[in-house]
């Protein structure tokens, strides 16, 4: 691997994919695109936008299928390399639009990439290309091509990149905006459990309040040191993990467990950690200047290596008296989580299934490593 040209390490990257079918690279594949020359490239704003066509031109390369692209954008995205990103997303989708003769094909594949490029682009604070992504991702939303959850998201994104010289009502209705969308999407979320779980009470007769129930006690036996000191609604969504990771809850909707450990991180963190900071005066990066952080943002805060974010992240550490670094068995965890609440949430054109259920779990312990990533959020 180490004499391959950046050529040779694409079509590696491509045959590895075809083998797998998972657009989110594993370590062994987030080394091909470590090598790349383009990894270590300078972009800047003025440039990033024709960067990736460039290179690929430069190696002679033009038949990587869209996914890998997809893949290769999120792994700069990971890695804090957002211009990188940008530049991958940008040629994949130019290529989407040329590529395809069908309008039907064009939005199937978009469906899969714009939700993630509308947020990068609102990541680097891009008001006028978040309008334009956001246009037809309200176009692709009105022909039935992605969920709720996703047009929620993109909804959110354009709110957040508002001109930051908005009025103090601009800003207030604004706030008031974003809660009353986090809101609805979780009373959408609730409706939506409770129409699956009442129909394994008709077809099985398995009630999941009384899973529920006997899931609290075996929680609070095997934490009992931890889980009493969550939030009540933390504690909920535990509950409510573990119960839908029982049969035949799981087999009906495998999605909702790491959804529910997902609901549950975000909100014992910001009740614990986000808020506190944000009522203090420590300052924030543009990035995270937000109310509340989704386990993206998060992830990311706790795992970055910008030294301001770094600094902030020691900062809230010292301030709030916690630890914010977590071991790499945690980190990796979380890092997990975050992959598969993502698949789960906008899976519906490759569905999130037990397979892929059992393998998050594994690298969660089951769980327990989600009580010990909030164990941390707690005072020392």
Known sequence: ???????????????????????????????????????????????????????????????????????????????????????VFEHLHREVRRGYDQAGEVAYYQADYLPEMLQLYSELSDNE????????????????????????????AVIRTVDERRSTDGHSLLHSATRTICDLRERLDVECREKEALRVEVDDGVRLKDVCAKAEKD????????????CSQTQQ??????SWNTKPFRNINPCWTPILYQKAIEYEFNERVWVPVRKSDVP???????????????????????????????????RFKISMV???????????????????????????????????????????????????????
């Open 237 to 242: 969504f535990l509950i409510e993990a573990a």
């Open 219 to 230: 929680l609070r036996a095997r934490y009992a040191a931890s889980f009493p000191t969550f």
């Open 284 to 318: 924030l990066p543009k990035e995270f200047d937000h109310d509340r952080l989704t386990i993206n943002q998060i992830n990311r805060l706790l795992g970055s290596s910008k030294p301001v974010v770094k600094g902030l992240v020691r900062s809230i550490s010292e």
């Open 1 to 87: 691997m180490v004499n391959m040209t950046d050529a040779e390490l694409l079509e590696e990257l491509e045959s590895q994919f075809e083998e797998r079918g998972v657009v989110s690279f594993s370590l062994e594949e987030g080394a091909l695109i470590a090598k790349l020359s383009f990894t270590s490239r300078r972009l800047t704003r003025e440039t990033f936008r024709d960067a990736w066509t460039a290179f690929l031109v430069e190696i002679g390369l033009d038949t990587l299928g869209w996914p890998v692209h997809f893949g290769i954008a999120l792994w700069y995205e990971d890695h804090e390399m957002l211009l990188h990103a940008a530049a």
């Open 326 to 380: 977590f071991p790499p068995p945690l980190a990796g965890a979380l890092d997990n989580l975050k992959d598969n609440c993502t698949r789960a949430r906008h899976g519906d054109r490759k569905p999130y299934t037990i397979d892929d259920l059992d393998s998050c779990l594994k690298v969660i312990a089951e769980g327990e490593a989600i009580v010990q990533i909030m164990t941390q959020f707690r005072p020392s």
């Open 129 to 156: 290309r978040v309008s334009q992504l956001f246009g037809r991702l309200d176009e692709l939303y009105e022909d039935g091509h992605v969920a709720i959850s996703e047009y929620s998201d993109g909804l959110l």
